[in-house]
Each structure stands twice: as structure tokens, then as C-alpha cells.
């Protein structure tokens, strides 16, 4: 806290930094950042093979905390699709519980992790043929793509809705 004058009164200032990735890694536990780390660290369209068979090296050393570490893995995987499918249906960041749950049961799956590397690739190119196009645009193009997604959204939204409630 920092105190600034305004003539008479003093205020009193929150410098609160932003979380760095770095801060986030300190206060992760050590395996989960191991893993992180090692995902981070794989390339594209491999990544998520290369951990499932680092998996399956693990495997071979199948202790009992190993197995209880597979068992949670496949737990929090089921709870993050939990709460992602009651996410679809009410505002919230689905796709973030989907992303999670799909990285931890890549470890144990090789369909799981061929689906999320191949997919990687195509949302890489995806995305990067979109930003290219976006910076191309003129910024009323920019305005009518922006409300040509969001109607379409909202035409699916409503869609779901009508869907929902018959």
C-alpha cells in the first residue's frame, strides 16, 4: 500500500501485481508442474502423444502411488467434464473444464491423445487463418463480422433453448 495526497486527504493505494505464469508454476506441487512443464515444452500435433507414452514408461514402475495418481487424474478428469457440460448450458468458461479434462485423460488414453494433437493442428491453422484475415479487414468489416458472429450465436443459443424446453 502506497499513500498518495489529494490536497488535504490522503488516499491509500493497492499496488497489486497481475499473477505471472512463473507465479503460478511456484505455486503449483511438484508433479503437476513437472507435467505442465513437459507440456508445455512438446510440439505441436505430438505433444499429447509424447505424454501419454512418457505415461506408459511410468507405468512400467507401477507402484501404488502411481495407481492412486491415475485415479485422481481420472477423477478430476470426470469432474471438470461435469462441470463443463452444466457449463454449456449457463454462462461460464466450458471450454476451459473440456480443455483440462481432455489433458489429463490424454495421459491415459492414446485415442484421447491423437484426438487432442490432431486438433491442435487444425485449431492452430484455423486460428491463424483467421488472424490473418481479421488484420486484413477494414474496421467496419471488423464490426460486421463481430455482429455476424454474435447473431449467430444468438440464433444457436435461442435454438438450444427452444430445443431444451419442448
Request: net charge positive; charged share 25%; with cysteine.
Amino acid at each position: 500500500m502506497r499513500e498518495r495526497g489529494f490536497g488535504s486527504s490522503a488516499v491509500m493505494i493497492n499496488e497489486r501485481r497481475t499473477k505471472t505464469a512463473e507465479d503460478c508454476l511456484k505455486s503449483m506441487p511438484n508433479p503437476l508442474k513437472k507435467q505442465w512443464q513437459s507440456l508445455k515444452r512438446g510440439r505441436p500435433g505430438r505433444r499429447f502423444e509424447e505424454r501419454y507414452e512418457a505415461g506408459l514408461q511410468a507405468k512400467k514402475n507401477s507402484s501404488i502411488e502411481f495407481k492412486l495418481l491415475r485415479i485422481i487424474r481420472i477423477l478430476i478428469a470426470l469432474g471438470a467434464i461435469a462441470v463443463g457440460v452444466v457449463l454449456v448450458f449457463i454462462p461460464g468458461p466450458a471450454i476451459l473444464f473440456f480443455l483440462v479434462a481432455g489433458s489429463l485423460l490424454a495421459a491415459e488414453s492414446i485415442r484421447v491423445a491423437r484426438f487432442l494433437d490432431w486438433l491442435e493442428v487444425k485449431l492452430r491453422a484455423a486460428w491463424s487463418w483467421l488472424e490473418k484475415h481479421w488484420r486484413k479487414l477494414h474496421p467496419a468489416g471488423r464490426v460486421a463480422a463481430t455482429a455476424s458472429a454474435l447473431g449467430g450465436a444468438s440464433v444457436f443459443a435461442y435454438a438450444a433453448y427452444r430445443l431444451m424446453t419442448r
